[in-house]
């Protein structure tokens, strides 16, 4: 008998299509997309579940096993840093990690005074401790860019997709880090335990990231 496939993914702008593609792969997504407030879903053959959650505890269900399979964002796994196997580029969500703020914040006037508020504080710690700078980071969970807008912060360090937060109210990027987009994860023991029913899977999600390049 098949095992079950259990699957963590983010709530949010990763959703749809993180849905999309495992319907490409076959995979029954019905239950995912009625209304309801259950909050672990099952497709009607039984050998799938699903579990909306948010990015950021996305990597932690995969680690700790209680989901075999995630498909989250890169910049959610670098701030996360957890022991998962990051298995496939998914190629959508694409956005790009960045320092932004004013136009004319000029970082090199802030020597030890620079405040950043960010979803990311481990990125952020990194990426001043490799240049030697020292910061303040205030750590947000949303609305980052009204850190600069209500004097909370000098600048923020944010995913940019579009760039329209950012541009509709008078902000900039100021320095680019990293790009990132959704990455598939898997458990490391699920793909062993589990390898029959993961690995085909994972197989055909290539071929469909392939097909779509
Ligand atoms: C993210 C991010 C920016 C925005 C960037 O926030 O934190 O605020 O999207 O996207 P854009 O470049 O296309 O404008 P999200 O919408 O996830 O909500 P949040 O502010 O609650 O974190």
Known sequence: MQE????ALA???????????????GIDCRCILEPSRKLVMSDVSGK????????SDVPIYVEHGVA???????????????DVYELIDLGFAKCR????GYKDTDLSNYKNSLKVATKYAHIAKDYFDSKGQNVEIIPLHGSIELGPIVGLSDIILDIVESGKTLQENDLCVLEEIVNCSARLIVNKVSLKTKAEEIKPLVTKIEQI???QQ
């Open 209 to 211: 990231i392939k097909s």
């Open 4 to 7: 079950k496939i259990k699957f």
């Open 11 to 25: 709530k949010g702008r990763l959703a749809e299509k993180s849905v999309d593609i495992l319907e490409k792969c």
């Open 97 to 100: 990690l960045c320092l932004a």
């Open 48 to 55: 799938y579940e699903f579990i909306f959650v948010k990015p």
């Open 68 to 82: 075999d399979i995630g498909v989250v964002g890169k910049d959610t796994l670098l701030e996360e840093d957890r």
